[in-house]
């Protein structure tokens, strides 16, 4: 009922920006925090960033001052705008969104299915 669809990755060199989306279709009543995660080859999946629905954004240090999430609640879709980019910014990037998909319920996680970010160099 609930679909999480990110796009935005490719290939890039180090120093380059991108900007990936990730937009919410289905039984979305209502959307609390959103966020993007990611998995490099080898190691654990780790928070890159959370935004609340209100706006409040928080960073793993990692990316602290080269990305930036976003969101526009209207589409129903979190940006993740990554500028300065490093060979180890590469990984699959995962989007995350706490949903109601009822008034009714409480809200569950929902996962993107991934979008992969390459940073040659």
């Known amino acids: 009922q609930v679909q999480l669809v990110e796009s935005g990755g490719g290939l890039v060199q180090a120093g380059g920006s991108l900007r990936l989306s990730c937009a919410a279709s289905g039984s979305t009543f209502s959307i609390n925090a959103m966020g993007w995660y990611r998995q490099a080859p080898g190691k654990q999946r780790e928070l890159v960033a959370t935004i609340s629905s209100g706006g409040s954004a928080n960073y793993a240090d990692s990316v602290k001052d080269r990305f930036s999430i976003s969101r526009d609640n209207a589409k129903k879709t979190a940006y993740l705008q990554m500028n300065s980019l490093k060979p180890e910014d590469t990984a699959v990037y995962y989007c995350?969104?706490?949903?109601?998909?009822?008034?009714?319920?409480?809200?569950?996680?929902?996962w993107g299915q991934g979008t992969q970010v390459t940073v040659s160099s």
């Open positions: 995350n969104a706490a949903i109601a998909t009822s008034w009714w319920k409480n809200p569950d996680n929902y």
